[in-house]
């Protein structure tokens, strides 16, 4: 049983596009977060749900909106896609960050 | 505000070498610390931890000490294998249930 799960794996798109990557967790976690993976594999958070509720809204473009339907639920909207949201964006979950990250295995974004 | 600074990359070392990789952090109060390491194509998984001062952290022959009067948290271990080829990194808990991450160290072994 995959306790994080993102959809799609890999996801190649036209500029101008609007997509969505799925994420799941199954661990009961109260928290889940995204975070973007650039091609040096700088780590950088974008945004963390706590029971639906947003808590962190990083500096990101007003293109990308997360929504979450429930606690085991986040989800990426990315709309009007450019070149530089080429990148690996991680979910991840966890109950109290003392305790450490569960990731997912990542969705490469291609825009082309 | 809180930041972790990591060793650049990348290592790369003969199997059965011996490993440091340095992480020195900036924050308040005394945060948590972690090591993560990430496989090739893999999200990121926690390798250990240390959550206060003098604290070692271990796990698969890696071990981290939380130095507080060094502000450092630097990963070994004794003896690499091939298998431990990945990315490293180093973060620490901030405010708000946030990590904050270094900027990763790619470890290559050779055999």
């Known amino acids: 049983d995959t306790a994080v799960s993102q959809t799609p794996k890999y996801l190649v798109t036209q500029m101008g596009n609007d997509k969505s990557i799925k994420c799941e967790q199954n661990?009961?976690?109260?928290?889940m977060y995204w975070y973007k993976q650039d091609s040096k594999k700088f780590l950088k958070i974008m945004f963390s749900?706590?029971?639906?509720?947003?808590?962190i809204n990083e500096t990101v473009p007003n293109r990308f909106s997360p929504k979450s339907p429930d606690k085991a639920h986040l989800n990426l909207h990315i709309n009007s896609l450019e070149l530089g949201d080429s990148a690996v964006y991680f979910c991840?979950?966890?109950?109290?960050?003392?305790?450490?990250?569960?990731f997912g295995s990542g969705t490469r974004l291609t825009v082309v | 505000g809180n930041s972790v600074t990591q060793m650049e990359g990348p290592v790369t070392l003969s199997e059965e070498a011996f490993l440091t990789i340095n992480c020195t952090y900036t924050?308040?109060?005394?945060?948590?610390l972690f090591w993560y390491v990430q496989y090739p194509g893999e999200g990121l998984q926690l390798l250990l931890k240390?959550?206060?001062?003098?604290d070692k952290g271990s796990n698969k022959g890696f071990e981290a000490t939380y130095r507080k009067e060094t502000t450092s948290f630097h990963l070994e271990k004794g003896s690499v294998q091939v298998s431990d080829s990945a990315v490293y990194f180093c973060?620490?808990?901030?405010?708000?249930?946030?990590?904050?991450f270094g900027e990763g160290t790619q470890l290559t072994v050779n055999p």
């Open positions: 991840a979950s966890s109950q109290t960050a003392f305790w450490g990250y569960t």
């Open positions: 973060a620490l808990e901030t405010s708000g249930s946030r990590l904050t």
């Open positions: 240390a959550t206060k001062a003098d």
């Open positions: 749900y706590n029971n639906k509720e947003l808590i």
């Open positions: 661990l009961g976690h109260d928290t």
């Open positions: 924050a308040t109060g005394y945060p948590s």
